[in-house]
């Protein structure tokens, strides 16, 4: 079966833009999360969304924020780009929330 | 706060010498611990899921181990293509669904 889908691969905003990145999950799986990676600080979890509610939330500003639509898939959003969002957005698909997480292959933002 | 550290932070083996990587945690009740396997540029794969004390879990050359503080991940006899990142990540019994992770282990087998 299909994979987590995420699009853009990559991405290059400039300081100050926002941007929206999309996450298809795997058919059948209600819980999408996101996580942040960078070398300095890892991956951190930003939000996890449920049946198109976010159940909880990471410890980020609130300039990220996300959505979820009624057919699972999930988009995340940054508004007013800044240099340190720059990192890799992964997307992780879970039938539950509760159950094991399957990662999608990212979306490589770079913000100059 | 739920803590999760790694170690070594990297390993260089020699095909076939077998070694193991450390996951040491702190959560107030631990619901799961997952193993993934991270190639550059890449998303984490999914290997392993560990629920209590005493689990043990096997795939090809990996074998996960969990006791209440740490888990271990065992490599047998590693192939070059074993080389990777492999991260360790708890979930707490919380009902807060986020995943911590550690920072990983780089592995690196020489042939």
């Known amino acids: 079966k299909a994979g987590v889908t995420q699009t853009p691969r990559y991405l290059i905003k400039t300081r100050g833009q926002q941007v929206t990145l999309s996450c298809s999950p795997i058919?059948?799986?209600?819980?999408v999360s996101w996580y942040q990676q960078t070398p300095g600080q890892g991956l951190q979890f930003l939000f996890e969304?449920?049946?198109?509610?976010?159940?909880n939330k990471g410890n980020f500003p609130g300039r990220f924020s996300g959505r979820q639509f009624s057919n699972s898939r999930s988009e995340m959003n940054v508004s007013t780009l800044e240099l340190g969002d720059s990192a890799l957005y992964l997307c992780?698909?879970?039938?539950?929330?509760?159950?094991?997480?399957?990662f999608g292959q990212g979306t490589r933002l770079t913000v100059v | 706060e739920d803590q999760v550290t790694q170690s070594p932070e990297a390993l260089r083996l020699q095909e076939g010498e077998s070694s193991s990587l450390n996951c040491s945690y702190t959560?107030?009740?631990?619901?799961?611990l997952f193993w993934y396997r991270q190639d550059p540029g890449k998303g984490p794969e999914f290997l392993f899921t560990l629920y209590s004390a005493g689990e043990e879990k096997e795939k090809e050359r990996l074998k996960a181990t969990l006791t209440k503080k740490e888990s271990f991940l065992h490599i047998t006899a590693p192939k070059p293509e074993d080389s990777a990142t492999y991260l360790c990540?708890?979930?707490?019994?919380?009902?807060?669904?986020?995943?911590?992770f550690g920072s990983g282990t780089r592995l690196q087998v020489q042939p």
């Open positions: 969304y449920f049946s198109e509610t976010q159940r």
């Open positions: 990540a708890v979930q707490a019994d919380t009902g807060r669904r986020a995943l911590t």
């Open positions: 959560v107030s009740g631990l619901r799961g």
């Open positions: 992780a698909s879970s039938f539950s929330g509760f159950t094991e997480a399957f």
């Open positions: 058919s059948g799986h209600r819980s």
